[in-house]
């Protein structure tokens, strides 16, 4: 299947602070989500997004088929934010998401 | 939000004992998945369905079974529980394989 890889895998910020996350993958894909995981253990769907770039507040997301990637762009941080984000992609034939192995946020106040 | 639940959220269960996981999604989804999160695992999928009746092996499939007897609902067993089955198990459910998918909320199943 695909291989989907996620960096950084750690990322702690301050309060307010941006970041981007980033979701390579080494197959053309057709599909690509962003999920937050958050301390509950919910998969929280952030984004639907095989390509271009989507906004929702302050998150945003863009995905550049052609090159293989994705970002996750989160602006002025809260600890809210925290938690791990995943992104998944099936690959080519495949009819499942592969997931990423995630990156875990903190978000300190 | 997606309707999917799962039941039960918490389950313990001693060592060769079978277990049944339910999954349930009133959004008329055609394809639905388990999956299960391990540490340093992210996510890796058990079996999927494609339709009532239809399911296919994922990549983590030995020692578990499943059923699909209603489009809305989506049943895991595993025959004979081991030690190495302790995980967080989540369903899934999407229009298509290549539509955006919803997960349910997870089950935490301890084998002891």
């Known amino acids: 299947g695909i291989q989907v890889e996620q960096s950084p895998p750690d990322l702690i910020l301050q309060e307010g602070a941006n970041s981007t996350l980033r979701c390579n993958f080494s197959?053309?894909?057709?599909?690509l989500q962003w999920f937050h995981q958050n301390p509950w253990g919910q998969l929280i769907n952030l984004f639907y997004i095989p390509s271009g770039t989507k906004q929702n507040g302050r998150l945003s997301a863009t995905t550049v088929a052609t090159e293989r990637y994705s970002l996750l762009y989160i602006s002025s941080s809260q600890t809210t934010d925290s938690g791990v984000y995943f992104c998944a992609a099936p690959g080519t034939g495949a009819n499942n998401l592969f997931f990423g192995t995630g990156t875990r946020l903190t978000v300190i106040p | 939000d997606a309707g999917i639940t799962q039941s039960p959220r918490h389950k313990v269960t001693e060592t060769g004992t079978p277990v049944t996981l339910r999954c349930h999604q009133t959004e008329n989804h055609r394809y639905m998945y388990w999956y299960r999160q391990d540490p340093g695992h992210g996510l890796r999928l058990i079996h999927y369905?494609?339709?009532?009746?239809?399911?296919d092996k994922g990549e983590v499939s030995d020692g578990y079974s499943v059923s699909r007897s209603k489009t809305e609902d989506f049943l895991l067993t595993l025959e004979s529980a081991t030690s190495s089955q302790t995980s967080v198990y989540f369903c899934a459910s999407g229009l298509s394989m290549n539509t955006e998918a919803f997960f349910g909320q997870g089950t935490r199943l301890t084998v002891v």
């Open positions: 369905s494609y339709g009532v009746k239809d399911t």
């Open positions: 197959d053309s894909v057709n599909n």
